[in-house]
């Protein structure tokens, strides 16, 4: 018996040692370089994705629905295997639902929603087949609480967490565990008003969430902030936490 267990033992810390096969989208600015440098730093083997190729970037649109195929096939054609994704790729349009249009939603659904959702099909097969995965989208707390002119943005991030709990509930016994992460206000180019500004860095803004204590911690996060919880839940310390979201807005919805 206890050489079955020595073996088994051996077995495993072969797979813990394992180099991890990553994708991350939306990896050449803002939250998804702060993550893709971070898993690259713990020793991922890894390929981002993004709009336009540049080092270590594979440039393609994701709201073409014939990308997403394109782009799956050729990360496992790089990497072998796929054991990570993290959906980060995003846009946004300013949509308030009595002046806007379903093209403009669309326009949002394609990358925000629909991109994620197919890109997790494609990639979950393969994570199945090997007994591994780790999946986490990068949601908002748009997904829960809304703004006058975000429709189809409140509605493609609470989409994805509904897609990302059902994701988790296929891949649970084979360790594919799938999560969300949903960020509040952080200094990205897409925070940036049309003038250049951060929003987080408006006078509105420091009124309204920064002296008011309407956001606790008192500032926006960098993007760093993010990645460190992606970091975890993309590791094989992650042995248990599925089908959840986990909300990193410096304390945003912890009151009203």
Partial sequence: MGRYLILDLKRIGICMSKILKTVVTGAASGIGRAIAKELENR?????????????????????????????????LEILGTIDVLVNVAGVFIPTPITNSTLEQWRKVWQVDLEAPIELMSLALPGMLDSGFGRIV??????????????????????????????????????????????????????????????????????????????????????????????????????????????TVDGGLTSRF
């Fill in 43 to 75: 020793g991922d083997k890894l390929i981002g994705v993004d709009r336009y190729d540049s080092p270590g970037i594979l440039g393609y649109d994701l709201a073409d629905q014939s990308s997403r195929t394109t782009v799956i096939d050729k990360c």
């Fill in 137 to 246: 989208n990068i949601t908002s707390v748009h997904a829960r609480y809304g703004q006058p002119n975000c429709l189809a943005y409140d509605v493609a991030k609470a989409g994805l967490e509904a897609a990302s709990r059902s994701a988790a509930l296929v891949g649970a016994d084979r360790d594919v565990l799938v999560n969300s992460v949903a960020p509040g206000f952080v200094k990205t180019a897409m925070s940036r008003n049309e003038d250049g500004i951060d929003e987080t860095d408006t006078p509105e803004f420091i009124t309204q969430y920064r002296e008011s204590g309407l956001l606790p911690i008192r500032r926006s996060a960098q993007p760093a902030e993010i990645a460190n919880s992606v970091l975890w839940l993309t590791s094989r310390q992650n042995t248990y936490l599925t089908g959840q979201v986990i």
